[in-house]
């Protein structure tokens, strides 16, 4: 989504990046089409815009990365880098991109997403990114684990309404600020 803000416009993409299944190792394949998709559509995004990529991207950035990033992985980070972190680490330094979820200090439980179901260790695997000019933009990135009422209260608090135009919606919320975005879908 776009969303038409000033002084800048902002767009957001949710990523997913597949499961490994049994803890094998994806196909080379797949991983390419992955991020040869993702590359085509942060290709998309004006050079303008602030750019959010947020979701599942199964990587690990390792808390050692901030001293040979770059300055794409901040000083939080936690685990040791894994191979999808490297290949996401070098994504991120292709596109100017950080991955800011790194650079704020919070406590574990507000940093990691994933358990793993044999040794049950937590991991830092979702990470929010952003342009790298637009970094000192963000106050804070962290978790919020909600519960299932919670979430039912998110969802009936947001509606949609079509203004009638294929490349436009309005979102209006009531949560926080109450703020009315346009969106345009890219």
């Given at each position: 989504?776009?969303l038409?803000?000033?002084?800048?416009?902002?767009?957001?993409?949710?990523?997913y990046f597949?499961?490994?299944?049994?803890?094998?190792?994806?196909?080379?394949?797949?991983?390419?089409?992955?991020?040869?998709?993702?590359?085509?559509?942060?290709?998309k995004?004006?050079?303008?815009?602030?750019?959010?990529?947020?979701?599942?991207?199964?990587?690990?950035?390792?808390?050692q990365q901030?001293?040979?990033?770059?300055?794409?992985?901040?000083l939080?980070?936690i685990?040791h880098i894994?191979?999808?972190?490297?290949?996401l680490?070098?994504?991120?330094?292709?596109?100017?991109?950080?991955?800011?979820?790194?650079?704020?200090?919070?406590?574990p439980?507000h940093?990691?997403t994933?358990?793993?179901?044999?040794?049950?260790?937590?991991?830092?695997i979702d990470d929010t990114?952003?342009?790298k000019?637009f970094?000192?933009?963000g106050?804070?990135?962290r978790?919020?684990?909600?519960?299932?009422?919670?979430?039912?209260?998110?969802?009936n608090?947001?509606?949609?309404?079509?203004d009638?135009?294929?490349?436009?919606?309005?979102?209006?919320?009531g949560i926080?600020?109450?703020?009315?975005?346009?969106?345009?879908?890219?």
């Amino acid at each position: 989504v776009r969303l038409i803000t000033d002084p800048v416009y902002i767009t957001i993409n949710a990523v997913y990046f597949p499961m490994n299944p049994n803890g094998q190792q994806h196909e080379t394949n797949a991983v390419e089409i992955f991020y040869d998709d993702l590359q085509r559509t942060v290709d998309k995004v004006p050079s303008n815009d602030l750019l959010l990529l947020m979701g599942d991207f199964n990587a690990r950035a390792g808390k050692q990365q901030h001293k040979t990033s770059g300055n794409i992985v901040g000083l939080h980070a936690i685990d040791h880098i894994n191979e999808n972190g490297q290949r996401l680490i070098g994504f991120c330094s292709m596109n100017n991109l950080v991955i800011s979820n790194t650079f704020f200090e919070h406590k574990p439980i507000h940093k990691m997403t994933w358990m793993h179901p044999g040794n049950k260790k937590w991991h830092m695997i979702d990470d929010t990114i952003v342009n790298k000019k637009f970094r000192s933009i963000g106050e804070d990135v962290r978790v919020h684990r909600i519960n299932c009422k919670e979430l039912a209260n998110l969802k009936n608090n947001i509606c949609f309404i079509d203004d009638d135009n294929d490349k436009n919606v309005i979102v209006k919320s009531g949560i926080k600020a109450g703020v009315d975005y346009l969106i345009t879908i890219l």
